[in-house]
Nanobody, 117 residues
Framework: QLQLVESGGGLVQPGGSTRLSCAAS????????IGWFRQAPGKEREGVSC????????NYADSVKGRFTISRDNAKNTVYLQMNSLKPEDTAVYYC??????????WGQGTQVTVSS
């Protein structure tokens, strides 16, 4: 059973940067597409970015394009989300999720990112 664990969240100042990690255990990420999602208080969960299994195809929500970068290191069984030029509206719990087909079946527990001065 694939298990995903996010890390790297915390308190960041507006305009600052942080990198989230999504580490897998119980299996290899090699064949999984990985997505990053976020959910702010009182809002629905939204997709932020996703990367296919070999890392050549990446997609971003319009709200984060040019600021966030997704990448993966299959040798380390980890996917990253580099977040730059952070804004208060990026404050949310960030989740990573894995899928083999069309649906995300494996989810991490989430990591809080708070952008505030």
């Amino acid at each position: 059973q694939l298990q995903l664990v996010e890390s790297g969240g915390g308190l960041v100042q507006p305009g600052g940067s942080t990198r989230l990690s999504c580490a897998a255990s119980g299996g290899t990420l090699d064949y999984y597409a990985i997505g990053w999602f976020r959910q702010a208080p009182g809002k629905e969960r939204e997709g932020v970015s996703c990367i296919n299994f070999h890392g050549y195809s990446k997609n971003y929500a319009d709200s984060v394009k040019g600021r966030f970068t997704i990448s993966r290191d299959n040798a380390k069984n980890t996917v990253y989300l580099q977040m730059n030029s952070l804004k208060p509206e990026d404050t949310a719990v960030y989740y990573c999720a894995g899928r083999l087909g069309y649906e995300y079946h494996y989810w991490g527990q989430g990591t809080q990112v708070t952008v505030s001065s």
